[in-house]
């Protein structure tokens, strides 16, 4: 089935002869710089709370806006994928980006930058699931696992480095060259997919729905900022409650209307193959484990061993590289051995590096928190692309757009959700433990409290890493819906 189906008016696109390296360069190139760019102010925010006079939960803004930006955003490009082209998605997302970081570098004053950050969102929310549907597009199935590899890399690996780059830059430099360093690789990437760059998309240009696009912004929106607003603010606050509320409400409407109307902006119809539907579930419990994993060791590091951002970020980084590394290998064996043999070993290690990470205290090694975080992302790069591609393999084209939105946002959704979760569950360990203190404020208690809140997160991690472990028991191989019919047909 093509996308460009004749009922739906559109025109298909010739791929015979279309170079997929150059594709493939430009799309990488635009999503390192992005997603980059996620955690390269993680070390700034305290520079930046002294440079703009604002409190910690002001500062956090700027992260909460990035996540907000992008749940809300990411799934209606299921619908703007269906009327613009490749090339026109990919250089609007990364001009939008571009134009975000410049007012983030001259920013003069707090509410500038968190503007820029939310047009920067904006650039990565947009080119995100364009990645990723022009990966299944332009790759038969049997080699769809590498070139996901290669994206798993850049997905896993920017990230990974962002803490300690901009730990370097902070200690060498001012804030704003986090900036002024992103502009000439965010300009080199518009320059390179102008020029090779092609459309592989068919343009069908379904009805625009705008009751669905409002539900939608106010059900993930509120979803995503309810979430990540309690881990600072806590389950009883109001506007947690409020907005937890009427993103749930407005999700529900959202989903109800997607199933009625002729033509929906994210297709709920992907849910009708089971094993996208697995993948969908596995990997909301898998991106919760790593976000929560990834938000409370570095807080383990600075609170509990007492080291500086910098340093932290340096013992994260061996297992990302590694993560990224593996990425690629992963791939490669995905293609030529199926997801089983990747997506189970992958779960089990995760499973034991949380249940590792349950035994840890203010005595471990510096080199055994680098082993388990080792295997934590070893396990996590053996799940996250086999699992991903082999959900997107059973759909039919024309479901593409909609399978790979409905993924990336349940990704944002999850990541918030684990976060709020476990930052939750650990602070309240705390607040327990020292309860129950004769003296509280000694800081030896103090970390004593830490460590308690910490050990019962990990627990509670350790579980879910168990039920993600029982999910991944089913996944099986997939065969795209137009590869059945082929070999029915001959």
Known sequence: MNAASPSSGGTAIDLSKIRRGPIVFSLIIGAFVAILNETLLGNALPDLMKEFNVGATTIQWLSTAYMLVIGVLVPITA?????????????????????????????????????????????????????????????????RGAAMGLIGLVIMFAPAIGPTLSGLIIDALDWRWLFYLVLPLAAFSIIFAAVFLR??????????????????????????????????????????????????????????????????????????????????????????????????????????????????????????????????????????FGPRVLVIPGLALMALSVWM???????????????????????????????????????????????????????????????????????????????GSEDPDAPAEQVAGLMAGLHDAFWIGFIVALVALVVGLFIRRTKAPEEQETKQVA
């Open 199 to 336: 459309n592989v998309t068919d343009l069908t240009k379904p009805k625009v729905d705008i009751v669905s696009i409002l539900l939608s912004t106010i059900g993930f929106g509120g979803i995503v900022y309810g979430f990540s607003k309690a881990g600072e603010s806590g389950w009883s606050d109001t506007e947690v409650v409020w907005s937890l509320a009427a993103g749930g409400v407005s999700l529900l409407l959202f989903i109800w209307r997607q199933l009625v109307v002729k033509e929906p902006i994210l297709d709920l119809r992907a849910f009708k193959y089971p094993m996208f539907s697995l993948v969908t579930v596995l990997l909301f419990v898998v991106m919760m484990t790593m976000f929560s994993t990834m938000t409370i060791l570095p807080m383990f590091l600075q609170s509990a061993l007492l080291l500086t951002a910098f340093k932290s970020g340096l013992i994260m980084l061996p297992g990302s590289v590694i993560n990224g590394i593996m990425a690629p290998v992963s791939g490669k064996l995905f293609d030529k």
């Open 79 to 143: 619908l703007l994928q269906q009327w613009f082209t490749t090339r026109q998605m990919f250089l609007s997302a990364m001009t939008l980006f571009l134009v975000g970081t410049a007012i983030s570098a001259f920013a003069p004053e707090f509410g500038v930058l968190l503007a820029g950050r939310v047009v920067q969102a904006m650039g990565t929310g947009l080119m995100l699931p364009v990645l990723m549907n022009t990966i299944l597009v332009i790759f038969p199935i049997e080699k």
């Open 357 to 435: 990470f349950t035994g840890i205290d203010t005595d471990v090694s510096k080199g055994y928190v680098i082993f388990i975080h080792i295997v934590l992302l070893v396990g996590i790069s053996m799940v996250m692309m086999p699992a991903q591609t082999t959900g997107l393999n059973q759909l039919p084209r024309h479901l593409y757009p909609h399978g790979t939105a409905i993924l990336n946002t349940l990704q944002q959704v999850s990541g918030a959700i684990g976060t709020a979760l476990f930052i939750s569950i650990m602070s309240t360990g705390s607040k327990n433990y020292l309860a």
